[in-house]
Nanobody, 121 residues
């Protein structure tokens, strides 16, 4: 079955950088969209960045100019490069892939396990 495995994250000082990765495995036809979300306690999950199969990207206003989303040539891994980190970026970060298992099927959402990012002031 399809599985998303995240790596990266951890503790960093304000102004520092971190890189998150999310790799998909399984029998996949295509991944039209790869997203990164984040969530803090008591708040809804927030879309941070998105990238489509043609390379188009979209970012939350709060991270524009600081975060960069990319995907590899095989298009099964997404990356989130986070620079100039701020304490308010502290959250659990989740990858979300919209995946087609077969060409004739609709996309379905799959989620990574989440990874903690903590930015100290």
């Amino acid at each position: 079955q399809v599985q998303l495995v995240q790596s990266g994250g951890g503790l960093v000082q304000a102004g520092g950088s971190l890189r998150l990765s999310c790799a998909a495995s399984g029998n996949i036809f295509s991944i039209p969209t790869m997203n990164w979300y984040r969530q803090t306690p008591g708040k809804q999950r927030e879309l941070v960045a998105a990238i489509t199969s043609d390379g188009s990207t979209n970012y939350a206003d709060s991270v524009k100019g600081r975060f960069s989303i990319s995907r590899d040539g095989a298009e099964r891994t997404a990356y989130l490069e986070m620079d100039s980190l701020k304490p308010e970026d502290t959250a659990v970060y989740y990858c979300n892939f919209r995946i087609k298992l077969r060409w004739y099927e609709l996309v379905a959402d799959y989620w990574g396990q989440g990874t903690q990012v903590t930015v100290s002031s």
